[in-house]
């Protein structure tokens, strides 16, 4: 089995390349300095992982496992700050927003909701658990995915709509996945 490592900082490709050939993996551990947005491989992977990647960098990881055909998902997100720059609360949704921290933990949690769904709808069985434990990283979630479920399923298309719409954003995954989204979306607007 071959595993290719994307990563667009060459200077990283060349410092886990070399240590590929120190291990004696480099046949089988092959790394490619190219964006994940445009990168082109020869056959679709079988199983994706993810560690830590920022932002939206997360999000066209799922993406991209998703438009490979992925059998599985592995995908540790890291910070997540477009979507805190999108939610709005009154009421006594007030009082988590105004302070910054409960308004990043709130965000990153409705981050990993959305992503969690979206794979859903788009017929990944997904679970959320932590993979290591909190004294080791604050940021311990890990989403599984595994391909094999209906795509459109009527309850996880109602229950993302149903958050999407409480909060009044749009996730960078939803935007990103939209044409693949779109059939089972429209169907209940």
Wanted: aromatic share 6%.
């Amino acid at each position: 089995m071959l595993v290719r490592g994307i990563e667009r900082n060459a200077a990283l490709v060349d410092t886990v390349r070399r240590m590929a050939v120190d291990l004696d993996v480099a046949r089988d551990v092959v790394f490619l300095a190219e964006d994940l947005t445009t990168c082109q491989l020869p056959e679709p992977p079988e199983v994706v992982m993810s560690l830590h990647a920022c932002d939206t960098a997360t999000d066209e990881a799922l993406a991209r496992a998703v438009e490979w055909g992925s059998r599985a998902i592995l995908c540790a997100p890291c910070c997540q700050h477009e979507l805190q720059r999108q939610i709005e609360g009154g009421g006594p949704m007030r009082a988590v927003l105004r302070h910054g921290i409960l308004r990043e933990r709130l965000a990153d949690l409705l981050t990993d909701t959305f992503r969690a769904q979206i794979l859903r709808i788009l017929g990944y069985r997904v679970s959320v658990v932590e993979f290591v434990t909190f004294e080791a990283t604050a940021r311990n979630l890990m989403l599984r995915a595994e391909a094999g479920v209906k795509p459109g399923m009527p309850q996880a298309v109602s229950e993302y709509l149903e958050l999407r719409d409480l909060w009044r954003v749009k996730p960078f995954l939803e935007t990103r996945l939209a044409a693949r989204l779109e059939p089972f979306l429209r169907t209940t607007a």
